[in-house]
């Protein structure tokens, strides 16, 4: 690593730089084990759903025989309930889609700014402000893209 004073900064300075730097690399470990696990529980739905879809195809009769024949009602009423159960696994499933999709988006926007941060090191006016720093314009690039 370059002398910090090559750089411009004060020692103080290059400590908060590179407690920034950790901190970034930190957030963007995270983010990708919450990536991985929306992405996990979205094949967790999806298994379900299939399951749904295969118990509903391999089963003897559409409804148990308590229902009984003679109540059209009851036979509407349970179709009605299946379709809301795979509704509901559906919705669940594209929620986990979506946030995966959201902590792709942090993780894309934490690479950036380290990327920037590799070949040419912040100073302390990038880390701590400015309109022209790494960090506001990646989060801006974020923020649009959500």
């Not at 379709?83 to 979506?98: D, K």
């Not at 380290?114 to 701590?128: D, M, Q, Y």
Request: charged share 20%; net charge positive; hydrophobic share 45%.
């Amino acid at each position: 690593m370059p002398d910090p004073n090559e750089q411009g900064n004060p020692p103080a300075a290059q400590e908060s730089v590179d407690r920034w730097r950790e901190f970034l690399t930190l957030r963007m470990e995270q983010m990708h084990s919450y990536h991985d696990h929306k992405e996990n529980m979205a094949h967790a739905a999806l298994l379900l759903n299939l399951g749904l879809v295969g118990a509903m195809l391999s089963a003897d009769k559409a409804f148990p025989t308590w229902i009984g024949d003679k109540c059209v009602c009851s036979r509407m009423a349970g179709m009605l309930a299946i379709l809301a159960i795979w509704f509901l696994i559906h919705i669940y499933m594209r929620w986990q889609l979506r946030k995966r999709r959201i902590a792709a988006n942090y993780n894309n926007a934490f690479l950036k700014v380290l990327r920037a941060w590799a070949g040419n090191p912040p100073r302390e006016i990038t880390v701590f402000g400015g309109p022209a720093s790494a960090v506001t314009d990646s989060w801006v690039g974020l923020k649009s893209r959500t």
